[in-house]
């Protein structure tokens, strides 16, 4: 496999020999992956045969399982994944090379608990170096999805579970595009996608927690500028309602939601691990402060899903007259 794939506004290359780790890229970015053709990449993944451990005599101890030395960081079993890494970050181009040598808990675990398994893996190999990498280009990592519905670029934020997928696919399905599902990252203006799976019930794919299963995101697009914050919250009963959000409340949902996400939980450390190494980018991104600054800038409402079945998203936000057309770049 040598294919590219655009994660996190980045161009990643990978380049893996045939067998269960290039599937598991594949599955890990469906319908995403294009011929390299000789473009440039921002990110290159290399995935090495082989036991042997990468070389740490005489590097120095960053903290657990992770090392500094000739230029590069190494991370022992990143993010529990049964994957080494070594990373290596040049003036414009971020090379990791990876090789599976798991502990034998995570070798146990890779059979046992396959969808856990998968989602380490995919976070180690191709999310996590790509929330980093575009970290360098004053983006951060935020739990959100923006998607086009009749003509505006809502921004949806709030916590996992409250419905978005189901909102967002339901606007696909009829003609709209996306740029994700859980995960973009942004830089106050703009938000780039983190290419994954959708996961929800009903879906054909590999089954994953909460009974839901997955599948790939039709009409994925890379960017887009949202025009409006949209935080989505639910409660047991009712159909659903839609009311305005201060600046301030809309801040703290996008911020409080994009700490709470599990697809996150191992990343804050693996950032700091790899600022610390290398010297480069801010040992934690600045998720708050981007946060305000969409809020502030950005009209705010809040769409509570009740539990029986509601309208689509272009019907809920119809209300909101006047408001800009969808700008994609």
């Known amino acids: 496999m040598r294919a590219m794939v655009i994660q996190a506004g980045e161009r990643l290359l990978a380049d893996c020999p045939r067998g269960w780790v290039a599937d598991l890229l594949t599955e890990a970015c469906p319908g995403a992956w294009q011929p390299a053709d000789g473009q440039p990449a921002d990110i290159e993944l290399s995935v090495v045969t082989g036991r042997k451990p990468f070389r740490v005599t005489g590097a120095?101890?960053?903290?657990?399982?992770?090392?500094?030395?000739?230029?590069?960081?190494?991370?022992?079993?990143?993010?529990?994944?049964?994957?080494?890494?070594?990373?290596?970050?040049?003036?414009?181009?971020?090379?990791?090379?990876?090789?599976?040598?798991?502990?034998?808990?995570?070798?146990?675990?890779?059979?046992?608990?396959?969808s856990r398994f998968h989602l380490l893996a995919r976070a180690a190999l191709v999310q996590y170096p790509a929330l980093w990498w575009a970290g360098r280009r004053g983006r951060v990592p935020v739990h959100a999805a923006a998607v086009t519905a009749a003509g505006t670029v809502p921004l949806l934020a709030g916590p996992g579970g409250m419905g978005r997928s189901t909102l967002l696919l339901d606007a696909v399905a009829g003609g709209e595009r996306a740029c994700s599902d859980n995960l973009c990252v942004?830089?106050?203006?703009?938000?780039?996608?983190?290419?994954?799976?959708?996961?929800?019930?009903?879906?054909?794919?590999?089954?994953?927690?909460?009974?839901?299963?997955?599948?790939?995101?039709?009409?994925?697009?890379?960017?887009?500028?949202?025009?409006?914050?949209?935080?989505?919250?639910?409660?047991?009963?009712?159909?659903?309602?839609?009311?305005?959000?201060?600046?301030?409340?809309?801040?703290?949902?996008?911020?409080?939601?994009?700490?709470?996400?599990?697809?996150?939980?191992?990343?804050?450390?693996?950032?700091?691990?790899?600022?610390?190494?290398?010297g480069l980018g801010p040992a934690h991104p600045p998720v708050r402060e981007v946060a305000v600054a969409m809020a502030d800038r950005l009209p705010a409402c809040e769409i509570v899903l009740g539990a029986r079945p509601g309208a689509g998203l272009a019907e809920l936000l119809a209300p909101s007259a006047g408001r800009p057309r969808a700008v994609t770049s």
């Open 60 to 114: 120095v101890p960053l903290t657990r399982g992770a090392y500094r030395g000739a230029g590069a960081v190494v991370l022992t079993n990143a993010c529990g994944s049964g994957f080494d890494l070594r990373v290596t970050a040049g003036a414009d181009r971020l090379r990791v090379e990876a090789r599976w040598r798991p502990p034998h808990r995570e070798r146990l675990a890779a059979r046992v608990l396959r």
């Open 186 to 278: 942004s830089d106050g203006n703009q938000v780039y996608g983190v290419v994954e799976p959708v996961r929800v019930e009903g879906g054909g794919g590999r089954r994953m927690a909460y009974g839901r299963r997955e599948r790939g995101l039709p009409g994925r697009i890379g960017v887009l500028r949202p025009d409006r914050l949209v935080v989505l919250s639910r409660t047991g009963t009712g159909q659903p309602a839609v009311r305005p959000l201060s600046a301030t409340a809309a801040a703290e949902a996008l911020t409080a939601g994009t700490y709470m996400a599990g697809e996150l939980r191992r990343y804050w450390a693996f950032a700091a691990t790899l600022a610390l190494g290398t």
